[in-house]
């Protein structure tokens, strides 16, 4: 399968699990923010889902969320560390890299991550970005870093009827970390790191505003 077929075919599976509400289960939730889990039919793992309201035109959302290097993401994504473009296949698509630093108190080592990713835009204004792994000739694996894979993930602003300032934000990660990490470390650590991930997207964006 070439990559902008892979690509496609993550956006699609994005779309499927945000219209497919069966079994999901909640694991977190707060005022803004709820993330639930199934058995992912990727790998042997979850796919996690992460649903809440973010304060702010979906331009100025999707601003903070776009996969770009030198992008905002990097500055307020906790788990986005660096993040390199390795190749730009068409104007929607491309392949990069991108590095997560240490996490769950060292638990987690540095990894890294080679992607397709596909932006989408859909006529009712939803824009996403829809990401899996591949490999990448330019990019072996390198020391210091653990190599792990994404399966279909991503991100998906939708405006609200009648609320231009305020936007629907999906997102979606299952994610094979690789390495030799404990069920229970992985299990606890997505769903915290997805609830942070909304909140610091959220000042993120209230920051833009004052721009």
């Known amino acids: 399968m070439d ?3 892979k690509a496609k075919g993550a956006a699609d599976c994005l779309m499927s699990y945000r219209r497919d509400e069966s079994g999901w289960k ?3 939730k707060s005022n803004d923010v709820v993330v639930s889990w199934r058995p992912s039919s990727e790998f042997p793992g979850n796919v996690y889902k992460g649903e809440g309201i973010v ?3 979906p331009e100025k959302v999707w601003e903070c969320l776009k996969p770009v290097p030198n992008g905002l993401r990097v500055k307020w994504d906790n788990n986005v560390k660096r993040f390199e473009l390795l190749e730009q296949i068409t104007e929607d698509i491309s392949i990069c890299r991108t590095v997560t630093p240490s996490a769950a108190m060292g638990i987690i080592a540095p990894r890294d991550f080679v992607d397709v990713i596909l932006v989408k835009q859909y006529e009712d204004g ?3 970005s829809n990401a899996t792994n591949v490999g990448h000739p330019g990019c072996p694996a390198q020391s210091g870093y653990v190599r792990g894979f994404n399966h279909s993930c991503g991100c998906i602003c939708v405006p ?3 609320e231009p300032n305020k936007t629907q934000v999906f997102s979606f990660f299952q994610t094979d970390l690789g390495g030799f990490l404990p ?3 992985v299990d606890s650590f997505f769903p915290s790191s997805m609830a942070e991930f909304y909140n610091n997207l959220a000042k993120s964006v209230k920051s833009l505003k004052d721009l």
Request: aromatic share 0%; with cysteine.
């Open 3 to 5: 990559h902008e077929d």
């Open 26 to 28: 909640v694991c977190k």
């Open 55 to 57: 304060n702010g035109s």
């Open 126 to 128: 939803t824009i996403s």
């Open 160 to 162: 609200i009827s009648g």
């Open 183 to 185: 069920r229970s470390v």
